[in-house]
């Protein structure tokens, strides 16, 4: 079984600093889907950057990037440019495409609570 | 376009007390799952379903039942809540096969309080 793991239970930025998010995880597959969720106070859980596996191109939407480390199963998430409004919950998650075309759903990390000082 | 539906929003249950938690999507999505979320646990699946009649368990299944006669809707129920049982539940679904992008889909989420 894949596992996630997070281990930065909490992190603090100022405000139009850059922060990175730290995911490590364990797979014997070569090909899998890895995602940034973000989880602010209203519970919603909002996609926040995809990434597969067999692209070497490091995914990116707008202040989002990842590092992909694929040898070293590392997915970090950076956050340049840090808004008031980023303040959450993220969570880093893997999900197979195999296993009965994904029923695994996504494995979760246990998640980096992310603080923005004004 | 609703997504994923969840209701209710919020409940309270006492201990050996029955309920379903209802999810629909509108998405034409084959595959649907329940999660369960806990402080300091990140979310955990509890079934899942590939498609009408087809369900499965996932990681923490027990004390949970779900059935899925139609696309659209997945309910999840508790058949005798405990206190154990208290969390936040999302329904989630995604496409599967030659649309599958990987994304799951959230519903807003249910927090669930057994007495």
Redesign the interface.
């Known amino acids: 079984a894949q596992t996630v793991t997070q281990s930065q239970p909490e992190m603090s930025v100022q405000e139009a600093e850059t922060v990175t998010l730290s995911c490590t995880y364990d797979t014997s597959e070569s090909d899998y889907y890895l995602f940034w969720y973000k989880q602010p106070p209203s519970r919603q859980m909002i996609l926040v950057i995809r990434q597969e596996a067999y692209k070497q191109q490091n995914a990116t939407e707008n202040r989002f990037s990842v590092n992909f480390q694929k040898a070293a199963k590392s997915f970090s998430l950076k956050i340049s440019d840090s808004q008031l409004g980023d303040a959450a919950m993220y969570f880093c998650a893997y999900r197979s495409p195999y296993s009965g075309g994904g029923a695994d759903g996504l494995t979760f990390g246990k998640g980096t609570h992310l603080i923005i000082q004004p | 376009n609703a997504g994923v539906t969840q209701t209710p929003k919020f409940q309270v249950l006492k201990t050996g007390q029955s309920m379903t938690l209802q999810c629909a999507q509108d998405m034409n999505h084959?595959?649907m799952?329940w999660?369960r979320q806990d402080p300091?646990?990140?979310?955990?699946?509890i079934h899942?379903s590939?498609g009408a009649g087809i369900t499965?368990q996932?990681e923490v299944p027990n004390g949970y039942n779900v059935s899925r006669s139609t696309t659209e809707d997945f309910p999840l129920r508790l058949l005798s809540a405990a206190p154990s049982q208290t969390s936040?539940y999302?329904c989630?679904s995604?496409y599967?096969?030659g649309r599958?992008?990987?994304?799951?889909f959230?519903g807003?989420?249910s927090?669930l309080t057994v007495l």
């Open positions: 084959e595959y799952s999660y300091g646990m990140g979310l955990r699946l899942y590939v499965d996932g936040v999302f989630a995604s599967l096969g599958a992008t990987g994304e799951l959230f807003e989420g927090r």
